[in-house]
């Protein structure tokens, strides 16, 4: 029992939308993004511990720093994919 219409459908590769799209400055925006979120602010914390006096001046004990400062930019991170996800529908 097949349908007309599955022997109607031809694929025509050159057709596809997915062919002309490209990565444009949203897809390097979000590049820097994950760089930023995934290496250089845990790297910073790692490497800078002389940091701890600047982290106590704001009230955040050390351990608490490791887990609060990488959630700032992980936040903006994905308010960006977000944005690029709808800018990229439109």
């Known amino acids: 029992m097949?349908?007309?219409r599955d022997e109607e459908y031809v694929h025509r590769p050159e057709a596809s939308t997915g062919s002309e799209r490209e990565f444009g400055w949203r897809g390097w925006l979000l590049v820097g993004a994950l760089v930023i979120?995934?290496?250089?602010v845990p790297w910073v914390l790692i490497l800078f511990s002389?940091?701890?006096?600047?982290?106590a001046a704001v009230g955040?004990?050390?351990r608490e720093t490791f887990l609060v400062v990488p959630?700032?930019?992980?936040?903006?991170?994905?308010?960006?994919g977000?944005?690029?996800a709808l800018?990229?529908?439109r």
């Open 2 to 4: 097949s349908d007309e």
């Open 37 to 40: 979120s995934f290496l250089v």
């Open 50 to 55: 002389s940091a701890r006096e600047a982290v």
């Open 60 to 62: 955040l004990p050390w």
């Open 71 to 80: 959630l700032i930019p992980a936040v903006g991170l994905g308010v960006l």
């Open 82 to 84: 977000v944005w690029a």
């Open 87 to 89: 800018a990229a529908r």
